[in-house]
Each structure stands twice: as structure tokens, then as C-alpha cells.
């Protein structure tokens, strides 16, 4: 132990506290939407008290009230302010986030755990937006997020393609040769794949790319690195050893901003539908777009879980649905689907760098 060794703890402790302010902030922020006034006494009283009761050592009670009430003040204040709320599934710094702050770079990006649970939350109201992963252009559709693009009531109002540039992220001072694990998300470990067998690092699998950056800020684990983006080095006090290492460069994540309010304007438009299982029954759906002149920029089926030979398809084409020509040919297809679900027109959106 030595007097720099003590500041560098300090300032690891200084880097952790200030993290955890920001996710009481943004828990307050969500607490906005579940209440009618943002000043509730009592429960400021009941935080006070909470917090005087942990007080022990160093920490006297009087200085804890002093701290804790200058963060009562401030959660206040960001709640009496108009920040509209963006759900992402994953931890800071995910690409999730990165998509988020592109499609609204004066709202709060908030991490939520599951695809579900962003859907679920923007559905009911809890967040003003979500923003959500649908295709990747070496990967294929995201089909958790198509699944739940049928099951739930929201709606596409934003497309935004994002650019995935994977670094090799390290804790300070680590020496390269020293490194013998790589963690990461199962998919960007296949999408650096010739890169980690190039180096003989052994991948393992985490559930997210932002995740197994926190992970190694947190445990610091010997000989250890982790496949992220660089936004996740400054957030997790990491260092980039090596950039853009995927194995092909491109490589583009579609995102979908949602909302559980419509937009009808925009240069595309999203359905869904479900046809019945005879031959030409696609045939006749596509012939209804092709004989109105509309591009499909994408189409791609997935099978309905429990209902055998039943498949739901994915259409994107070229138009809004004010135009005149788009009402009448979904008329038309909606005429001649089993099942059909308009997700949103939308602007085609310009690919996102971090």
C-alpha cells in the first residue's frame, strides 16, 4: 500500500458512486410516470430517515442528511423537467443506447433487462420510447423482437441503422501478452471470430456486449479482456487496446424507435401479416404490391411458435401510409391476410457511427 495505490481506489470508489447516482436518477425519473405530484413529503422523509439509520463509521448522521438532501433536490429537479424517456434493452453503453441517443439526443436512455420488458414498458406508458434491435446485416432478424413486434400495441416511428465497430477493451494498464479470455455477447464473439482465433484468446459467452464491460470493471478479472464498443471504455474506466477488430467491416444493426402513438407520415412503412397455407397465397399479396408500382426493401417470414405451417411475414416497402395509392394497396392486402398488423410509417434513416 502506497499513497498512489490509495488514490487509485479513491478514484475507482469517486467512479462507482457516480454511477450509482445515475441510475437513482433515472429510477426517479421513471418514478415520474407512477405518481401525480413530484414532491411527495413523506416519502422524502422516509428516504432521510432510511438513510440516517445506515450512517455508521466515518459517515455521521448529520453529514448523510446533508448529502442525501442535495440529492432529493436534485432528483426534483430533473423530474420537473420534460425528459422524455427512451428504454433500451442491455446496460450503458450498449448499442442499444448509442441508437437511442441518435433517434433523441436530448432524452434519457434507460437500460431495461429484457426485449419484453422495453415493450411492455412503452406499451403502457412507463417510457416516452424504445428503441430495439430488428435485423443485423451479418446475423439475420432479431426474431425475439419480431415475436414481440406482433404481440404488442406499439408502433414504429423511427428507423435507425447503426454501424457495430467492435473494440478490444481492457482494464488500465494490462499488458497485451498477459490477456488469455475475451468476453462478450455470443454474436459479437462470432462476428470477431477470426480475429480471436488469430490471437488464440479463448471467447466467452456473456448476455450482453455493455454487461461484460461492467463485469470487468466490477470484478477485474486476471488476463482478461472484453469485445465492446468504445463508448463502453469511458463508461466503465476501460482503455481500448484494439479497434474495429470484427471480421467484416460491414456490419450494420437496424434499429426500430417504437411508441404506443401512430405516426402515419415517412418514406416507409412496416406490416405484418399472415396468409393461409396454400399455394399462392403469398404470391397473390406480393402481386398486389407489384401491380401498384410499391418497392419492398425487405421481406422475411418466421413461424408462429405453437401453430405448425402457420408463418407471419415481415414486409417493408417504399411510401407512406398518407399516400393515397399505400391506403389503397394495405386495403387490399388487409382483404386477403389471415392475420394483418400495421406497425408505422417512418423515415429511412442514415447509418449511425459511435
Not at 233 to 256: C, G, P, Q
Request: proline share 3%; aromatic share 10%.
Amino acid at each position: 500500500m502506497n499513497l498512489e495505490k490509495v488514490r487509485k481506489e479513491i478514484d475507482t470508489i469517486d467512479f462507482e458512486i457516480i454511477k450509482l447516482l445515475n441510475r437513482r436518477m433515472e429510477l426517479a425519473l421513471t418514478s415520474k410516470k407512477f405518481k401525480k405530484k413530484v414532491f411527495d413529503p413523506e416519502r422524502e422523509k422516509q428516504v432521510l430517515a432510511n438513510v440516517i439509520n445506515y450512517a455508521h463509521g466515518v459517515i455521521s448522521p448529520e453529514f448523510t442528511k446533508k448529502l442525501f438532501s442535495t440529492v432529493l433536490e436534485e432528483s426534483k429537479s430533473l423530474q420537473s423537467k420534460d425528459y422524455k424517456l427512451i428504454a433500451f434493452q442491455g446496460e450503458h453503453g450498449a448499442y442499444g443506447e448509442i441508437a437511442a441517443g441518435n433517434f433523441n439526443g436530448k432524452g434519457i436512455a434507460i437500460p431495461i433487462n429484457t426485449f419484453a420488458d422495453v415493450f411492455n414498458g412503452v406499451e403502457k406508458g412507463y417510457y416516452d420510447f424504445g428503441v430495439v434491435p430488428v435485423e443485423n446485416s451479418l446475423g439475420g432478424s432479431i426474431l425475439d423482437v419480431n415475436d414481440l413486434l406482433v404481440k404488442h400495441n406499439v408502433f414504429v416511428i423511427k428507423e435507425i441503422p447503426v454501424k457495430i465497430q467492435h473494440s478490444l477493451l481492457v482494464l488500465p494498464d494490462t499488458n497485451y501478452r498477459d490477456i488469455r479470455v475475451v468476453y462478450s455477447h455470443p454474436q459479437a464473439l462470432s462476428q470477431c471470430k477470426d480475429f480471436l482465433e488469430r490471437h488464440n484468446f479463448e471467447a466467452r459467452p456473456y448476455y450482453d456486449t455493455a454487461g461484460a464491460a461492467k463485469m470487468l470493471f466490477e470484478e477485474k478479472p486476471d488476463a482478461t479482456a472484453v469485445i465492446a464498443n468504445k463508448l463502453c471504455a469511458k463508461l466503465y474506466h476501460l482503455e481500448v487496446l484494439m479497434e474495429n477488430i470484427e471480421d467484416h467491416s460491414e456490419n450494420i444493426t437496424r434499429f426500430f424507435a417504437l411508441s404506443n402513438k401512430p405516426q402515419t407520415k415517412g418514406d416507409k412503412t412496416s406490416i405484418i401479416f399472415s396468409v393461409k397455407h396454400k399455394a399462392g397465397s403469398l404470391f397473390n399479396i406480393l402481386k398486389i404490391f407489384a401491380e401498384n408500382k410499391i418497392n419492398l426493401t425487405r421481406i422475411e417470414s418466421m413461424p408462429v411458435s405453437g401453430t405448425p405451417n402457420t408463418y407471419m411475414f415481415f414486409i417493408d416497402f417504399e411510401g407512406s401510409s398518407d399516400d393515397n395509392h399505400i391506403k389503397k394497396t394495405l386495403n387490399l392486402v388487409k382483404e386477403n391476410t389471415d392475420f394483418y398488423k400495421w406497425l408505422g410509417s417512418y423515415n429511412k434513416g442514415e447509418i449511425v457511427c459511435e
